[in-house]
């Protein structure tokens, strides 16, 4: 569904009532009764999962599940699978200048690529909110080519290599974002998470450079780039902001009044209720007071969006899920005054 994102946000910051987008698929693939292999190689079965949470609870949008191998796969990197768990990349695919120049730019119809693609395809045919695709930031996937651990040093001994496998990774990913684009998604939640262990310097140069280039070949009123970076803990806002992109999504790992005070106020500013030491650990009574005086210390900034601080795992308790609604839904009937 066609949905005007610059309309959508402007009627969140003006209103007095909070929303909230959690991401989270898990409980809905809980819900089908089938496990996260089968949501991660099966569009129609991801699709079937993220509709049946929206029809459960009250998200503002849908969001898809947060899958940092699908694009590691497309350019060729080996991937571990298992039942219940997030796939993940094994080993290094390219280690030097000579192979990320032999590197190609993948096809859109490599690995599981297409399988996404139909997911928010099949969401956006059936629903009247907003459907936010997912994807992996350049920088996050060159670490799961290079070596996480290895192009950090790279970065300062071999520059000029990681900012080329970059302008590839940038390249594909913005050719996938554009095909979302397509499909009927209405925006995308771009997971960062490697950024954050660099400074704010070297997160703009090696992240946000590549990032903005990505924002200003897609983003536009119909379609919203929502920047995600749980692993900031404050040192890189800046140059998180510094993308342009339509909303920034934050981790646990940071305090969300020194978020919102470091972004914009006409952006969306979405964090960050731990999504393992509270949505699936704590108890449901726990989760709530911990909602609820997010809820209170945000009160005074118009463009927060109650969300998890990342995706969600599985086996979530769904009362936890409940109680995390009954938390912004008393918010919003003014119960804490």
């Excluded at 991801?46 to 509709?51: E, F, G, L, S």
């Excluded at 940092?68 to 290094?92: M, Q």
Aim: glycine content about 6%; charged content about 20%; proline content about 4%.
């Amino acid at each position: 569904m066609k949905i005007n994102m610059k309309e959508w946000i402007a009627s969140i910051l003006g209103s007095e009532k909070r929303i909230a987008i959690p991401v989270m698929t898990h409980s809905g693939i809980e819900l089908l009764g089938h496990t996260v292999y089968d949501a991660v190689t099966n569009g129609e079965i991801h699709a079937r999962a993220v509709k049946l949470l929206a029809e459960k609870y009250p998200s503002a949008a849908s969001s898809v599940i947060m899958d940092l191998t699908v694009e590691a796969e497309a350019f060729g990197a080996e991937i571990h699978y298992s039942k219940n768990e997030v796939p993940s990349v094994i080993g290094r695919l390219v280690s030097n200048l000579e192979e990320v120049e032999k590197l190609q730019i993948p096809s859109l119809e490599n690995g599981r690529v297409q399988e996404y693609i139909k997911a928010n395809r099949l969401i956006a045919e059936d629903t009247s909110k907003p459907v936010v695709a997912g994807c992996i930031g350049p920088y996050s996937l060159a670490g799961r080519l290079y070596d996480m651990s290895e192009i950090m040093m790279a970065m300062y001994i071999e520059p000029d290599c990681i900012k080329l496998l970059l302008s590839k990774c940038t390249e594909f990913i913005k050719n996938y974002c554009v095909a979302l684009k397509s499909a009927g998604a209405n925006g995308i939640l771009m997971a960062e998470p490697a950024a954050g262990l660099l400074s704010n310097e070297a997160c703009l140069e090696f992240s946000s450079t590549y990032v903005q280039e990505i924002v200003s070949e897609v983003q536009d009123e119909s379609f919203s780039i929502f920047l995600h970076n749980c692993g900031n803990s404050g040192q890189c806002t800046k140059a998180m902001v510094a993308t342009g992109a339509y909303g920034y999504h934050f981790g646990n790992g940071i305090d969300m009044l020194l978020a919102l005070d470091q972004c914009p106020k006409d952006v969306l500013v979405m964090g960050n209720i731990d999504p393992v030491s509270m949505f699936k650990m704590a108890s449901s009574r726990v989760l709530y007071d911990a909602t609820k005086d997010l809820l209170l210390r945000t009160a005074n900034y118009p463009n927060f969006v109650l969300s998890s601080g990342c995706d969600t795992p599985p086996e979530v308790p769904f009362e936890n899920i409940e109680m995390f609604y009954k938390a912004l839904a008393d918010f919003n009937r003014g119960m804490y005054d």
